[in-house]
């Protein structure tokens, strides 16, 4: 069974940088495209960057030339850089990651989430 562990995340300084981490856990099936999303209070979960399995990425307007996604697909894990964090960035971040299994089925699997909280 495909699971999604999530490492990083914490208190920040508005300014400063933080790194998470997402790491797929189990066999059988493979690892397409990934994602990161955030939810911050109040609002709807929302799509922040993506990396398909060749490493073509996509970033909203909000993270652009400031967050960075990569992953490794040997572990596979991906990792997303975020630098020159601002408040408005506080939220809960989670890993997504779209499977399919050696039958051929598809499923999207979400990692547990962790908390980001950028101070003033």
């Known amino acids: 069974q495909a699971q999604l562990v999530q490492s990083g995340g914490g208190l920040v300084q508005s300014g400063g940088s933080l790194r998470l981490s997402c790491e797929v856990s189990?066999?059988?099936?493979?690892?397409?495209?990934m994602g990161w999303y955030r939810q911050r209070p109040g609002a709807l979960r929302e799509l922040i960057a993506s990396?398909?399995?060749?490493?073509?990425?996509n970033y909203a307007d909000s993270v652009k030339g400031r967050f960075t996604i990569s992953r490794n697909n040997a572990k596979p894990t991906v990792y997303l850089e975020m630098n020159s964090l601002k408040p408005e960035d506080t939220a809960v971040y989670l890993c997504?990651?779209?499977?399919?299994?050696?039958?051929?089925?598809?499923?999207?699997?979400w990692g547990q989430g962790t908390r980001v909280t950028v101070s003033s």
């Open positions: 189990g066999r059988g099936f493979q690892v397409g495209a």
């Open positions: 990396i398909t399995a060749d490493g073509d990425t």
């Open positions: 997504g990651a779209g499977i399919t299994t050696g039958q051929g089925g598809r499923d999207y699997i």
